[in-house]
C-alpha cells in the first residue's frame, strides 16, 4: 500500500498567488480529511469529505479557502490569493468505514507551504 | 465543542526510563474514541495506541500503554523502556463515535529522551 499521497511536499509561494495541493487517499478510503498545522492554532480541521461530498467545512478559515473531491482517488485544497498567515503544514488524512481500521486516520507526509 | 488538553509543552526522560504523558478532554458525548499519535521531525502523524470508551480495559502497544479514567475524563499515555526513537511530539486525540468523524488535537507535548 502506498499510503496517502501529497503533493507537492514543499510549496513556497508570494502573497497573492493560487496555490494548490493535491491529495490521493488510500485505495478504498472513503473518508478523506484535510487539517491545517501551525504554532499558533495546532492541529486542527479544514474540512472532511465522505464518500466525495463535503460533510464539515466549518473549519474553512475563510472564503480564500477552497476544496474539492472530483473522484475517489483525488482531492485539491485551493488558496486564492494566498496570504503569509496561510503558511502551514497541511495534512490529508483518509480512513475506511464499515472495517476495524474505521477507527483510524491515515495521514499523509503533509505539504509545507511558505507564504513569503 | 468537544476540547482536548495536554498541559505539559515538554517532558524529559532518560534511557530506559518510563514516562507518562497527560491528557484531559472535555465530551458531553458516551461514545467516542481516543488517540495518541506521535510525530517525529519528519512530521509524519504515527497512530501510537487508541482507545474506545465503551471498554474499561486500557490499551496496551507493546512498550505503550493507555490510563484511561472516563469519569475524570483523563487519558495518560505511559512509555516503558524509553528509547532514544521514542523523540517526538505527542499528539492527544479525541474523535466523537458518531455523528462526525473529525479528529479534535490537543496542543502536543514535546517528548526528550536523554541518553
Known amino acids: 500500500d502506498a499510503g496517502v499521497i501529497q503533493s507537492p511536499r514543499h510549496e513556497v509561494t508570494e502573497m497573492g498567488q493560487e496555490v494548490t495541493l493535491r491529495c490521493k487517499p488510500i485505495?478504498?478510503?472513503?473518508?478523506l480529511f484535510w487539517y491545517r498545522q501551525t504554532m499558533m492554532r495546532g492541529l486542527e480541521l479544514l474540512i472532511y469529505?465522505?464518500?466525495?461530498?463535503?460533510?464539515?467545512d466549518s473549519g474553512m478559515p475563510e472564503d480564500r479557502f477552497s476544496a474539492k473531491m472530483p473522484n475517489a482517488s483525488f482531492s485539491t485544497l485551493k488558496i486564492q490569493p494566498s496570504e503569509p498567515r496561510d503558511s502551514a503544514v497541511y495534512f490529508c488524512?483518509?480512513?475506511?468505514?464499515?472495517?476495524?481500521?474505521?477507527?483510524?486516520?491515515?495521514f499523509g507526509p503533509g505539504t509545507r507551504l511558505t507564504v513569503l | 465543542a468537544q476540547t482536548v488538553t495536554q498541559s505539559q509543552p515538554e517532558m524529559s526522560v532518560q534511557e530506559a526510563e518510563t514516562v507518562t504523558l497527560s491528557c484531559t478532554y472535555d465530551?458531553?458525548?458516551?461514545?467516542?474514541?481516543l488517540f495518541w499519535y506521535k510525530q517525529p521531525p519528519s512530521r509524519q502523524m504515527i497512530l501510537v495506541i487508541r482507545?474506545?470508551?465503551?471498554?474499561?480495559q486500557n490499551a496496551t502497544e507493546n512498550r505503550f500503554s493507555v490510563n484511561f479514567q472516563k469519569a475524570a475524563k483523563s487519558f495518560s499515555l505511559k512509555i516503558s523502556d524509553s528509547q532514544l526513537g521514542d523523540a517526538a511530539m505527542y499528539f492527544c486525540?479525541?474523535?466523537?463515535?458518531?455523528?462526525?468523524?473529525?479528529?479534535?488535537f490537543g496542543t502536543g507535548t514535546r517528548l526528550t529522551i536523554i541518553p
Open positions: 482507545q474506545e470508551a465503551y471498554k474499561q
Open positions: 488524512a483518509s480512513t475506511p468505514s464499515g472495517t476495524s481500521d474505521y477507527n483510524e486516520q491515515f
Open positions: 485505495s478504498g478510503h472513503d473518508y
Open positions: 469529505f465522505n464518500n466525495n461530498v463535503p460533510i464539515d
Open positions: 486525540a479525541y474523535r466523537a463515535n458518531f455523528g462526525n468523524e473529525k479528529l479534535t
Open positions: 465530551t458531553s458525548e458516551s461514545d467516542y474514541y
